[in-house]
């Protein structure tokens, strides 16, 4: 038995997984203690309003809310209003605009033909090779399902700039769902529920935190030494930072924005990918776009430029490769024997998550830690029983994003 300074909660992370999870702990009366580095709430989905033209800003880049989990639709949609919104991604390839997902009307455009979907079909079929039976890399899966052409017009220096190394030494299953669609839908994404919030993400996180349980800490780095004081830690910082990079640092991508103003509307679209590897940028996006009830006359665009993480960028995308899978393990391994730590998010889990899978975990975590007898009944003075760690989601290869809106 472990005798604790405290029954309070410590969450690290202001963004979706440590906002959900303090939530849920605090209204089934634990009081909560959440901590940030940054200067605000809501992580890499904060949003704000540009003062100059109105428009609501996706500060690190666009997050397109969509999903088939009906419970997680619901739980956000308590906190904000949802507005519909589909999200229709162009591309820009040796000077001419098509349609991504690849699709019906990409394919008759790109080839300059009239095919109906059965002909589509066909014909692409006869541009694959066929001679790829069983695809290792992501040039070999897209070369085995779309053929030469397509791939190098959309695919190939996209890849290259997003990755920063050739598609021919990145594992297929990066693209192992290629979106290839034999009709004219455009939509980029398929869930059910797909939409906006009204006055943006932040004011959602900020609404999730409203509760007199929870006492939020920005610009203030938690140590891991802190942890003595609390009951337990949720930690959605990056796996590797907690352990202070013992085995060397993860592998990450991260993104520079380049922001510019336009008094108009500058490319008609939310997201205009860029495919050709003399682009720098691999995308440009428009952000009034991303609220089509609003009507604002100016305009703030992003050129997004992907790099290699340093030690003082922000981590976006986590590249597991085979050495960082052998670094992952090593991590994991220590994060099994914190026995009141809980690892949860994108880089706690260092995975790539769409926010209805982060929500839906940080709930499915929070549920976890009330089953057990001694966190249903929050009270400093009792002694806890020795928790075991939850169990970390398995080391698997995401769909990471290609091309895609976070």
């Excluded at 695919?155 to 004219?184: D, H, M």
């Excluded at 001694?374 to 989601?393: G, H, I, S, T, V």
Aim: net charge negative; charged share 25%; with cysteine.
């Amino acid at each position: 038995m472990i005798k604790l300074k405290s029954g309070k909660i410590a969450v690290v992370g202001a963004g979706l997984s440590g906002a959900v999870i303090g939530r849920e702990l605090a209204e089934a009366g634990h009081e909560v203690e959440v901590f940030d580095t940054r200067d605000h709430i809501a992580g890499n989905c904060h949003t704000e309003r540009d003062r100059e033209t109105g428009v609501t800003v996706h500060v690190y880049g666009p997050h397109i809310f969509h999903t088939d989990d009906r419970e997680v639709w619901d739980y956000v949609n308590r906190f904000e209003q949802f507005m519909p919104y589909k999200n229709r991604v162009k591309t820009t390839s040796n000077g001419q605009v098509y349609s991504l997902p690849i699709n019906l009307h990409t394919i008759n455009q790109f080839f300059g033909k009239a095919l109906r979907p059965d002909e589509a079909r066909a014909f692409i079929e006869e541009l694959s090779d066929t001679t790829i039976a069983d695809p290792k890399t992501f040039e070999e899966q897209a070369l085995r399902f779309i053929g030469r052409e397509l791939y190098q017009a959309f695919f190939e220096g996209y890849t290259k700039k997003q990755w920063g190394c050739s598609p021919a030494e990145l594992p297929a299953s990066i693209l192992k769902r290629l979106p290839v669609r034999f009709n004219y839908d455009d939509n980029y994404f398929f869930h059910t529920y797909q939409g906006m919030p009204e006055n943006g993400y932040t004011e959602m996180v900020g609404r999730i935190l409203d509760h007199p349980n929870i006492t939020v800490h920005l610009q203030t780095r938690f140590h891991r030494d802190w942890g003595g004081d609390f009951a337990h830690t949720f930690y959605s910082g990056p796996l590797d930072g907690y352990f202070d990079y013992e085995y060397g640092r993860l592998g990450y991508r991260t993104l520079d924005f380049e922001r510019f103003t336009y008094e108009g509307d500058y490319q008609g679209c939310a997201v205009m990918n860029y495919g050709d590897a003399s682009v720098p940028y691999t995308r440009i996006t428009e952000h009034k776009h991303f609220s089509p009830w609003e009507k604002h006359s100016g305009s703030v665009c992003y050129r997004e430029y992907a790099r290699a993480c340093g030690p003082d960028d922000i981590p976006y995308y986590p590249i597991r490769l085979v050495e960082d899978k052998a670094q992952l393990a090593q991590y994991l391994a220590r994060a099994a024997q914190e026995p009141f730590v809980t690892f949860v998010g994108r880089l706690g889990t260092y995975r790539y998550l769409d926010m209805d899978v982060t929500i839906r975990e940080a709930l499915d975590a929070a549920r976890l830690f009330l089953s057990v007898p001694a966190a249903r009944a929050p009270d400093p003075k009792r002694q806890a029983p020795f928790l075991k760690p939850f169990e970390l989601p398995p080391v698997i290869d995401t769909n990471l994003p290609y091309p895609r809106a976070r």
